[in-house]
């Protein structure tokens, strides 16, 4: 059975909040596609993705979030993400990924350190 991802998007001013619930793996893709990667394209850079609802994120779905870190850095911007779990705070800082998101604590940290 297929594990779904699922994405929804909300405007704190010129912040995109990207919330998502589900787990984070392959299939994950196609969503990911349709939803997120066109807020990008927009020309958005300011985006909190939020991983409170994120129960599993294997090798793929890594894969899938290293794509969004590449193609938002395109664009000049820099994910921000909150609520990992500490193991996957470790694996984003194993992996590499603290390098182009940051980690906060909660929502309003993360909005704050947009400058809004």
């Given at each position: 059975m297929k594990s779904i991802l699922e994405v929804?998007?909300?405007s704190e001013g010129d912040i995109q909040i990207i919330d998502?619930?589900?787990?984070?793996?392959?299939?994950?893709?196609?969503?990911v596609?349709?939803?997120?990667?066109?807020v990008i394209s927009n020309g958005t850079t300011k985006i909190?993705?939020?991983?409170?609802?994120?129960?599993y994120i294997n090798s793929s779905g890594i894969a899938i979030?290293?794509?969004?870190?590449?193609?938002?850095?395109?664009?000049?911007?820099?994910?921000?993400?909150?609520?990992?779990?500490p193991h996957f705070q470790k694996v984003f800082n194993m992996v590499g990924l603290t390098q182009y998101i940051d980690?906060?604590?909660g929502e309003?940290?993360?909005?704050?350190?947009?400058?809004?």
């Open positions: 929804s998007a909300r998502l619930k589900g787990d984070f793996t392959l299939f994950a893709d196609e969503t596609n349709s939803s997120i990667k066109p909190i993705l939020n991983f409170s609802n994120v129960g979030i290293i794509s969004l870190v590449t193609l938002l850095a395109n664009k000049g911007g820099r994910f921000k993400a909150y609520g990992l779990t980690l906060f604590d309003e940290d993360a909005v704050k350190s947009l400058g809004s």
